[in-house]
């Protein structure tokens, strides 16, 4: 119990002061309550931007795991609408998946050239040295031909570029390539050649009006045909590698949209396709880096010592081709997501007719390098290679007047002048 003194002490000397003392007390019980409930709007804002902050970080993080975010914004519209102008009358203005690829540079360049509006998009993976997709991106930036970075797989991405382009035409290059690393990564082909396709094929389908689909087979969906050349009503249920069964099952996937969706589609099945520019994960490619580098090269052989052959197609030629299909396509008949009527649905070979075998590939190469090569033999690996590959090709000789004209001679002493241009004579070790 206080003291009186102490008692005293608590009151005020007079009445008033005690009336005044109570009212600041009030005042400040009422500054107090008011700054704590401000304090407590505070914290509740706090939370609710940490909150808002977290999500948008959790949303961002799913997002670049497999998407690049790098797209959007009005320059980037601005970008995008002045790619996909047309120049010439009539003219086309076509979507490039893959555009920083081999084959989807040498189109998008071609397309622009002409006048076709392009609207490149590529998600510059590292599949194999970005830094060459990264070249092919500026070469096709110098010419007018703005390349996307995003992915096949962001839908919100494709419906964007349909919204502010008017695309009539989408040609389809985006893939895993490669025959042998779908052991090693088979996720890679379906996430790619599968779940892509699907995405991509979507916002197609949503789009008003529909673009037409020309779109990047292979000639792997042969897989185990025998029957020399091969034709496209040629068996194709026995893929020999996941690569070719991703390729294959594309080829259903598209059937399905147009005869769902009314989706113009046109399949090309390529055959081995070389030259400048071109792909470092493939033979005649990482062969040249090899040979320079005096380091030794494996030459696979099939059973009994056979020699493998390939239809080496060159990469003008396969232009030529799909520029030729885009020429030919109709229109597609869907809209509003429902098809009006029946849609053009086609397959075509493109190679070159003369398989040749990879050890004489090799000692044209050893020609135009001047240097020999250090060859080892070994027998084909079960690793989804087929033993050989021949095109007929009078269905696409037929319908789009594709004719090759450059055989793996002339190919290759082009791909080898472009190489040495490029990296010199003896390039960076730690390349693929
Ligand atoms: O037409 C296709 O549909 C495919 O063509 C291409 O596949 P392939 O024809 O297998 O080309 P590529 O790898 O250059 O091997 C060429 C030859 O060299 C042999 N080869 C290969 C590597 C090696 O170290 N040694 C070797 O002998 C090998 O055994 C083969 O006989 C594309 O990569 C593929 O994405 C797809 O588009």
């Not at 400048?276 to 493939?282: A, I, K, L, N």
Request: hydrophobic share 35%.
């Amino acid at each position: 119990m206080p003291s009186k003194a102490e008692q005293e002490s608590f009151l005020p000397s007079t009445p008033g002061k005690l009336k005044d003392k109570s009212h600041s007390m009030h005042r400040q019980f009422h500054r107090c309550f008011t700054s704590t409930s401000t304090m407590f709007l505070w914290a509740l804002f706090l939370v609710a931007l940490t909150a808002a902050y977290l999500s948008f970080q959790s949303f961002v993080d799913s997002g670049s795991k497999y998407f690049h975010t790098a797209w959007g914004g009005i320059q980037w519209e601005k970008q995008v609408r002045s790619s996909a102008q047309i120049r010439r009358q009539g003219g086309f203005s076509v979507l490039v998946t893959g555009a920083a690829g081999f084959v989807g540079s040498h189109v998008s360049l071609a397309l622009k050239k002409r006048g076709d509006g392009v609207v490149g998009l590529d998600n510059f993976n590292d599949y194999y040295d970005p830094s060459l997709k990264k070249s092919r991106k500026n070469l096709l930036s110098s010419q007018g031909v703005f390349v996307v970075d995003g992915d096949i797989n962001d839908a919100r991405l494709l419906a964007k570029l349909f919204e502010i382009a008017p695309l009539s035409h989408v040609m389809h290059l985006a893939a895993q390539a490669g025959v042998r690393y779908a052991m090693e990564n088979p996720h890679s082909y379906v996430h790619s050649n599968i779940a892509g396709l699907v995405t991509l094929l979507e916002a197609c389908k949503k789009a008003d009006p529909q673009p037409a689909v020309v779109w990047a087979s292979s000639s792997s969906v042969y897989g185990l045909n025998e029957k020399a050349p091969f034709s496209e009503s040629d068996r194709t249920d026995r893929p020999a590698s996941l690569y070719a069964a991703t390729k294959k099952a594309g080829e259903e996937i598209t059937h399905t949209y147009n005869h769902i969706y009314g989706l113009s589609i046109t399949g090309l099945r390529f055959f081995t396709v070389y030259g400048p520019w071109g792909r470092p994960d493939m033979a005649y490619f990482s062969f040249t880096r090899n040979i320079l580098q005096g380091k030794p090269i494996t030459i696979y052989r099939g059973k009994n010592r056979v020699e493998l052959a390939r239809d080496f197609t060159y990469i003008d030629d396969i232009v030529k081709g799909c520029v030729a299909s885009l020429d030919t396509s109709k229109k597609s008949t869907g809209s509003g997501g429902k098809k009006r009527g029946p849609a053009q649905f086609r397959i075509f070979n493109l190679g070159n007719t003369s398989p040749v075998t990879v050890p004489m590939m090799v000692s044209l190469l050893e020609k135009h390098l001047k240097v020999k090569a250090k060859k080892h033999f070994l027998e084909m690996p079960g690793n989804g290679d087929v033993p050989f590959t021949h095109a007929n090709i009078s269905s696409a000789q037929i319908e789009l007047g594709y004719k090759p004209t450059t055989d793996l001679q002339t190919g290759l002493r082009k791909f080898v002048r472009w190489y040495l241009s490029y990296y010199g004579y003896n390039h960076g070790k730690s390349l693929k």
